[in-house]
């Protein structure tokens, strides 16, 4: 699976949209771009993925670059609960179940009142 | 749903003794993984099963720890003898044909 690059952390402020960027470079073209988040002493929460397109649900937006070796996790109107680690995971989604999730560092996102 | 549920919460052992982890899977899902996450090393793959089967244990430190999964709403992580340093939050997840659920882990300290 291809290694992502993440910053170590990010401020936002309450109520602003919080941009989380991810670099990917290696990406081949059957990996897929997922999102987790990690809220203290909690187990890891699924946002989002996205092959190629744009995607967005209730809780963000997924924005991939034409070229796929970078992609950015926006949260729309970051609240003080969306305080947590993010996870970007580049893997090949087989049959449907993406076991071979491996998690890096992550960005420790900090949003302040 | 009441999501993935792991048990105990907390355990607190000491150097030498077994230690047996717990996961009930959320019903329908048909793989579950076991995960390692300490300050040093991050969150690990230890072990995946997929419909009760062990696919791919390479994550699995040594022979101390072992794994099953009876049925499809049970799953153990055992650690025999356990040392200080297993110590660390162990996660169980499962998945469908998505996105993997998290439980809330166990918090394991080893003395």
């Known amino acids: 699976d291809a290694k992502t690059t993440q910053p170590p952390s990010m401020d936002c402020a309450e109520g602003r949209a919080a941009n989380l960027p991810c670099n990917h470079s290696t990406i081949s073209g059957n990996e897929y771009v997922y999102w987790y988040r990690q809220i203290h002493s909690q187990g890891p929460q699924y946002i989002i993925h996205?092959?190629?397109n744009n995607e967005t649900n209730e809780m963000a937006s997924l924005i991939i670059t034409e070229d796929r070796k970078s992609s950015t996790l926006i949260l729309p109107h970051a609240t003080l609960r969306d305080t947590a680690v993010y996870y970007c995971?580049?893997?090949?989604?087989?049959?449907?179940?993406?076991?071979?999730?491996?998690f890096g560092k992550g960005t420790l996102l900090t949003v302040n009142p | 749903d009441a999501g993935v549920i792991q048990s105990p919460r907390h355990e607190v052992t000491e150097m030498g003794q077994e230690v047996t982890l717990r996961c009930k899977p959320i019903?329908?899902?048909?793989?579950l993984f076991w995960y390692r996450q300490t300050m040093m090393r991050g969150l690990e793959l230890l072990i995946y099963f997929n419909n009760n089967v062990p696919i791919d244990d390479s994550g699995m430190p040594e022979d101390r720890f072992s794994a099953k999964m009876p049925n499809a709403s049970f799953s153990t992580l055992k650690i025999q003898p356990s040392e200080p340093r297993d110590s660390a939050v162990y996660f169980c997840?499962?998945?469908?044909?998505?996105?993997?659920?998290f439980g809330n882990g166990t918090r394991l300290t080893v003395t």
């Open positions: 997840a499962s998945s469908g044909h998505g996105s993997l659920h």
């Open positions: 995971i580049v893997t090949r989604d087989s049959g449907g179940s993406n076991y071979k999730l491996t």
């Open positions: 019903s329908g899902h048909n793989s």
């Open positions: 996205g092959l190629k």
